[in-house]
């Protein structure tokens, strides 16, 4: 019995030429990428060959965008046939399609065959793989690609220079000119010897392709334009090396497949993986980051998720760094094509990517999801559906409490991204806990030197103790290791607010608003920062966009209520006491007498200092990222006893 290749594998060496569509027949071929499409290094000559394609043919798997990685699996075997033998050992797990990494399914029917020299070292590159010995894995990889010149060879020999990030190594290996015709192996199976048959070597360098020969240009392409997976690759390697230009010309400035009638969110993945398409739209979207194109990374993160609702990377991106707004991101999680995309786990997915939403609003459809995690999908003690209990604790003042859920978390994994943010601004917000975010703070560096988290909570830890220079440097720090941590943003625009340098704050706010657009807490910041200048129509402007985003927050409908006081425009007493009976009845019941330590008080502008910030940050990427709550306080001497008495009686009527 002969050895075949898995089903679906991403390439088709035997075949290097695309069917013309035109309806003369099956006789005539044109070449995948001629020597003119090699002067350009779009994506376009790829689309071309995808549409292209006779529709009465299937489609090359390679050129497909619909598809994932998975058909370019490691555990391919040799195309070349084998004999079976009965005294040979059977199969190695890695290469069977359906590997069982702990190797106890029993399983004892495994047809017994032959391995040649080629299948031996296929395995041992992809045992090396699996073990991280990745000079390993190249060193074979390489003789491999040698005698058999097969695209799937060279692709998981590119991976692992990318996996040791040799990325111009990989990148040449990915774009130089290849063969489309595999070349006689010089040995037959038992290794023995046989008179080779050298085909003629190809130019080589930045300008190969256009030094190839006209005898050799039939039979010569580049991986880039043979594979859809190959191009994503060499567009990440392009990444690694910082080229933001080249590796956009490489996907593409928009999806090339887009208009194609073949792609779309419609169109469902075939083999249950994540679609290339989609990895394409995301890494766009990070080069369009990369470039300050906000919008344009906007709408690349915004297509990817459309096109398959499994790749996370590009939902974390789009609300966990708060480009969309509150209702924005909400009615966009909500109407994607799960069913159609996967029918069996679409309300799963649904429900998982709602609970990471934030929450000024829909507060029972949050709680009804947290619910049916627990309750439907056991994930009780999972630390993402236990970081959303948290997140919304935290939007609710009870800092103790959020603070217990943070600490699991952190104790069943050791650091968790989207926790450790709140987890800080707990331990900035309850004084009795600074001593542990000082050994926090340390740990953390310690541990984990370049994560930008690390330094944050350095800041956050001189913040709590007032040193505002040296908390600044600190966020200066985080923001220049990542600068999409938006917590280290809006705490360095706080500390010039904290020195009163409101000119330099309102810049900074400015700035933040700029990068993370979807998030009403820059301009709110800024018109708090126009009140205490006592320019109130640049307040108004700031405050009324910011509630456009988001009119459930506590501090904003604040400082709005603080500005009409300026205008002298006062709310009636029933307004005034139902909208404040229903922030308190949000807040919690166990709230109100914590209520006038921790919201800010409506009073004048002349006894309002530039630290009053709201001691609380929000479950998303700002969360410690604002003063403590003791900041909020106003000393009494510069409060009138009758705002006192006034905010007492208000309370009162509320309970």
């Known amino acids: 019995m002969t050895s075949t290749p898995p089903p679906g594998s991403p390439f088709n060496p035997n075949i290097p030429y695309i069917p013309n569509p035109s309806p003369s027949g099956n006789g005539y071929h044109h070449h995948r990428a001629s020597i003119n499409s090699s002067f350009s290094f779009g994506p376009q000559s790829l689309v071309n060959s995808f549409v292209g394609a006779n529709p009465l043919l299937p489609h090359p798997l390679a050129l497909d965008p619909n598809r994932s990685v998975l058909p370019s699996s490691p555990l391919r075997s040799s195309p070349r046939a084998h004999r079976r033998t009965k005294g040979s050992l059977g199969r190695h797990p890695l290469a069977n399609d359906n590997t069982d990494v702990f190797q106890d399914s029993g399983d004892e029917d495994e047809e017994d065959i032959e391995w040649g020299m080629i299948d031996r070292m296929r395995l041992w590159r992809h045992d090396a793989l699996m073990q991280h010995l990745y000079d390993t894995a190249a060193f074979w990889g390489d003789k491999i690609l040698s005698w058999t010149n097969d695209p799937n060879d060279a692709f998981w020999l590119a991976q692992t220079y990318f996996m040791t990030h040799r990325y111009s190594r990989a990148e040449r290996l990915l774009t130089r000119p290849f063969s489309t015709k595999p070349p006689a192996v010089p040995f037959d199976l038992k290794g023995k010897a046989r008179e080779p048959d050298f085909p003629p070597r190809l130019p080589i360098g930045p300008a190969a392709m256009v030094e190839v020969t006209a005898e050799q240009q039939e039979n010569v392409s580049r991986l880039v334009d043979m594979s859809v997976v190959c191009r994503y690759l060499a567009a990440q390697c392009l990444v690694g090396q910082g080229k933001w230009a080249e590796a956009t010309e490489m996907l593409g400035e928009a999806n090339p497949f887009r208009n194609s009638g073949r792609s779309g969110p419609a169109v469902p993945n075939t083999d249950g993986g994540i679609k290339v398409e989609a990895s394409m739209c995301n890494l766009r979207g990070l080069l369009m980051l990369k470039l300050n194109r906000g919008d344009q990374a906007k709408a690349c993160f915004m297509e990817a998720l459309a096109l398959d609702v499994k790749c996370y990377d590009a939902f974390e991106q789009l609300v966990g760094g708060e480009m969309m707004t509150l209702e924005e991101e909400w009615d966009f999680v909500q109407t994607l094509a799960y069913k159609e995309q996967t029918p069996e786990d679409a309300e799963f997915v649904r429900l998982v990517y709602t609970s990471r939403l934030r929450k000024y609003k829909h507060a029972e459809e949050h709680a009804l999801t947290r619910r049916r995690l627990v309750e439907e999908f056991g994930l009780s003690d999972n630390p993402d559906v236990l970081f959303s209990f948290a997140d919304a604790l935290y939007a609710q003042f009870r800092w103790s409490d959020c603070y217990a859920i943070t600490s699991r978390i952190l104790g069943l994994v050791a650091v968790h991204?989207?926790?450790?943010?709140?987890?800080?601004?707990?331990?900035?917000?309850?004084?009795?806990?600074?001593?542990?975010?000082?050994?926090?703070?340390?740990?953390?560096?310690?541990?984990?030197?370049?994560?930008?988290?690390?330094?944050?909570?350095?800041?956050?830890?001189?913040?709590?103790?007032?040193?505002?220079?040296?908390?600044?440097t600190y966020f200066s720090k985080t923001s220049l290791m990542d600068p999409r941590f938006g917590p280290a943003w809006i705490a360095f625009a706080h500390t010039f607010a904290f020195e009163g340098e409101h000119d330099h704050a309102v810049t900074a706010y400015s700035t933040c608003a700029r990068m993370f657009t979807g998030s009403h807490l820059p301009l709110m910041f800024i018109g708090m920062e126009h009140i205490v200048l006592s320019n109130y129509a640049q307040a108004d402007e700031a405050l009324n966009a910011a509630n456009a985003m988001c009119d459930g927050d506590p501090?904003?409908?604040?400082?709005?209520?603080?500005?009409?006081?300026?205008?002298?425009?006062?709310?009636?007493?029933?307004?005034?006491?139902?909208?404040?009976?229903?922030?308190?009845?949000?807040?919690?019941?166990?709230?109100?007498?914590?209520?006038p330590c921790s919201a800010p008080r409506l009073q004048s502008h002349k006894s309002r200092k530039p630290r009053r910030r709201l001691g609380r940050l929000r479950g998303s990427i700002w969360a410690p990222a604002c003063a403590s709550s003791a900041s909020l306080k106003r000393r009494a001497s510069r409060m009138s006893r009758c705002w006192r008495s006034t905010l007492a009686a208000l309370l009162r009527w509320v309970s």
């Open 417 to 472: 991204s989207p926790t450790m943010p709140l987890h800080i601004a707990c331990m900035h917000h309850l004084s009795h806990l600074h001593s542990k975010l000082f050994i926090l703070a340390h740990e953390l560096v310690d541990r984990e030197p370049e994560s930008a988290t690390s330094w944050y909570a350095v800041g956050v830890w001189y913040l709590t103790q007032k040193k505002w220079s040296d908390a600044r």
């Open 555 to 595: 501090l904003l409908i604040n400082e709005r209520g603080v500005m009409a006081f300026n205008h002298g425009r006062c709310l009636p007493r029933s307004t005034f006491h139902n909208r404040l009976g229903g922030l308190i009845r949000r807040v919690g019941a166990d709230t109100p007498t914590r209520w």
